[in-house]
């Protein structure tokens, strides 16, 4: 299973994908929106694990365009706001399949994220 993350925060990113990566997951991190739809141009992906708030890009237009190219591609967002805690997200991005806070353990991010990964 294949899965991209973007993050800005490297040390966070890396921390998810190493979690991932002890799975047997294939992780790959972007750390720009820039980044993100150019692994998406070129790559197929079981799940995205996104920032909702990606400095200098848009967690929506990375979304937008993971529903556009990759329609069965789930998105899992991450957050450190209570922004669309109310469950929102789901209405707006239509291949969400769930967001949690940056805070949530990196061993729970990993099993939610390999449990959506294998639901393609």
Not at 75 to 88: A, E, K, M, R, Y
Not at 98 to 118: F, K, N, R
Request: glycine share 4%; hydrophobic share 45%.
């Amino acid at each position: 299973m294949s899965i991209l993350i973007v993050e800005n925060n490297p040390n966070l990113g890396s921390l998810w994908a190493n979690h991932l990566r002890r799975l047997s997951l294939d992780v790959t991190l972007a750390k720009t929106q820039e980044l993100a739809i150019d692994h998406l141009q070129k790559s197929a992906w079981d799940l995205v694990i996104l920032n909702l708030v990606l400095k200098g890009g848009s967690a929506f237009a990375v979304a937008d365009y993971v529903a556009y190219r990759q329609p069965d591609t789930k998105v899992l967002f991450v957050t450190n706001t209570s922004f669309f805690s109310d469950g929102s997200i789901f209405q707006h991005i239509p291949n969400a399949c769930g967001l949690l806070q940056t805070s949530t353990p990196p061993q729970d991010i990993a099993a939610i994220a390999e449990h959506h990964a294998g639901r393609r």
